[in-house]
């Protein structure tokens, strides 16, 4: 079982920054791909971004790609979403996800085995 806890949400006007972190619990965090996801109020829930296990790969979304970065940090057991040039309509509850599947990176949502609680981000214009 993986415990997922993000952080780093909170208010910023439009082409602020933002770093979202997640800390997970558990000993077999390196070996899963990660993801950031979103929803916003009366939408589903999308994919923002996902990171391999080792952190050699990365996949964006075309909304964010070229301002957002995911990252992770093993020794940590935590991933992070530096989010640059924001925008109003990345306003949303940011989630972090992981794939307990090894070398295996998906965008789909449903793919993901646990998922954190969120994290509001609001971008005011």
């Known amino acids: 079982q993986v415990q997922l806890v993000e952080s780093g949400g909170g208010l910023v006007q439009a082409g602020g920054s933002l770093r979202l972190s997640c800390a997970a619990s558990g000993r077999t965090f390196s070996s899963y791909a990660m993801g950031w996801f979103r929803q916003a109020p009366g939408k589903e829930r999308e994919f923002v971004a996902a990171i391999s296990w080792s952190g050699g790969s990365t996949y964006y979304a075309d909304s964010v790609k070229g301002r957002f970065t995911i990252s992770r940090d093993n020794a940590k057991n935590t991933v992070y979403l530096q989010m640059n040039s924001l925008k109003p309509e990345d306003t949303a509850v940011y989630y972090c996800?992981?794939?307990?599947?090894?070398?295996?990176?998906?965008?789909?949502?449903?793919?993901?085995?646990?998922w954190g609680q969120g994290t509001q981000v609001t971008v005011s214009s």
């Open positions: 996800a992981a794939d307990r599947r090894f070398a295996v990176v998906t965008t789909t949502t449903d793919e993901y085995d646990y």
